[in-house]
T-cell receptor, first 115, second 111 residues
């Protein structure tokens, strides 16, 4: 069964450093998402991406964040200058149908630890 | 701000008992998805409900979407220890269906 994959599974970085989190969505999906989950809190939407551009973003997704689909398979989230409060699990998700949400399938997550 | 309230937050029951988890909002969603999440892992989809009043069954799990598409419930019949986990509801909103998640219900089923 097709699945969303994410690398790395765990990333440790120093405050102020740049990190890139990588995702390979399900191959025939068109809509891509990033969410995050701070330890003990609920999953929060960051950004959605369709047709090679951002379609929606939350207040969390400030200028420190960017997303890219550099080729036909990868979808990346970059945090330019990490802060302590960026420590969280970051989940990538994809779906084939957007709003009538055919369903979003989530990857296993990247645990980001900012020291 | 759209919010999804899940209740109860914690539930501890004996094997064989029935239970219901609720997901409520004052907002209308285009669809609602139920996930199960294990510690340190990503949410795993259980079901998507789209039509108001819709009922879907997945073995011993029954999911219902409210008529007004503002609330949903998950009912588990004859719970098993393998049902132990965190159950999340998430409503789809926005032009691209980004999900609003509830805080989850942590279920523990004791043998």
């Amino acid at each position: 069964e097709p699945e969303v994959t994410q690398t790395p599974s765990h990333q440790v970085t120093q405050m102020g450093q740049e990190v890139i989190l990588r995702c390979v969505p399900i191959s025939n999906h068109l809509y891509f998402y990033w969410y995050r989950q701070i330890l003990g809190q609920k999953v929060e939407f960051l950004v959605s991406f369709y047709n090679n551009e951002i379609s929606e973003k939350s207040e969390i997704f400030d200028d420190q964040f960017s997303v890219e689909r550099p080729d036909g398979s990868n979808f990346t989230l970059k945090i330019r200058s990490t802060k302590l409060e960026d420590s969280a699990m970051y989940f990538c998700a994809s779906s084939s149908a957007g709003v009538r949400a055919d369903t979003q399938y989530f990857g296993p997550g990247t645990r980001l630890t900012v020291l | 701000t759209q919010l999804l309230e899940q209740s109860p937050q914690f539930l501890s029951i004996q094997e064989g008992e029935n239970l219901t988890v609720y997901c409520n909002s004052s907002s209308v969603f285009s669809s609602l998805q139920w996930y199960r999440q294990e510690p340190g892992e990503g949410p795993v989809l259980l079901v998507t409900v789209v039509t108001g009043g819709e009922v879907k069954k997945l073995k011993r799990l029954t999911f219902q979407f409210g008529d007004a598409r503002k609330d949903s419930s998950l009912h588990i019949t004859a719970a098993q220890p393998g049902d132990t986990g965190l159950y999340l509801c998430a409503g789809a909103r926005g032009s691209q269906g980004n999900l609003i998640f509830g805080k989850g219900t942590k279920l523990s089923v004791k043998p």
